[in-house]
């Protein structure tokens, strides 16, 4: 089992960078999957960007391809999402969340999940 801590929100400028950080506690946290999702007031949580514990493999949605970047550091049990010219239609709480096999984009494959953070971009 693992638990997840996400944190580095905030508010932000249109064109400006961020990196949000998902700290983990538990064992073994280098064989989990970690996913990053996001939801928007009344939208449905997304699939933004994964990293496979399988192969290290990295798999980005299209809305955020070549601006968001997800990396991980075993050694410090976190994963990071690094997001790059943010655009107003980023603003959304933005999830960690960690399963035992490779990057699925399904919310429901995920047992594991953090708390959430506040991601808001002004234009």
């Known amino acids: 089992q693992v638990q997840l801590v996400e944190s580095g929100g905030g508010l932000v400028q249109a064109g400006d960078s961020l990196r949000l950080s998902c700290a983990a506690s538990?064992?073994?946290?280098?064989?989990?999957?970690v996913g990053w999702f996001r939801q928007a007031p009344g939208r449905e949580r997304e699939f933004v960007v994964g990293i496979s514990s399988l192969n290290g493999r990295t798999y980005t949605a299209d809305v955020v391809k070549g601006r968001f970047t997800i990396s991980r550091d075993n050694a410090k049990n976190t994963v990071y999402l690094q997001m790059n010219s943010l655009k107003p239609e980023d603003t959304a709480v933005y999830y960690c969340a960690a399963r035992g096999s490779g990057v699925d984009y399904r919310t429901t494959e995920y047992p594991y999940w953090g708390q959430g953070t506040q991601v808001t971009v002004s234009s």
């Open positions: 538990g064992q073994f946290f280098s064989r989990y999957t």
